[in-house]
């Protein structure tokens, strides 16, 4: 797993990992430490289709 995408804040969380579920992509949440967020982690073969998928999200 290599680190994916560090969100902003929850919401911004919640839509990222919909858009993943949606698009098919297992994904993990790496431990907060202290003062930050979760960052999603994904398989690094699916980097590519992940980005893909946000870039759809955000474009349309």
């Known amino acids: 797993m290599v680190r994916f ?3 902003k804040d929850e919401a911004d969380l919640a839509r990222v990992e919909a ?5 098919g992509i297992e994904y993990f ?3 907060a430490k202290e ?3 979760r960052e999603i982690e ?3 073969e ?3 289709k992940a ?3 946000l870039q759809e999200k955000e474009s349309a």
């Open 46 to 48: 699916d980097v590519p």
């Open 51 to 53: 980005e893909e998928l």
């Open 5 to 7: 995408y560090n969100p």
């Open 19 to 23: 858009i993943l579920r949606k698009g």
């Open 29 to 31: 949440l790496s431990e």
């Open 35 to 37: 003062g930050a967020a």
């Open 42 to 44: 994904v398989a690094e």
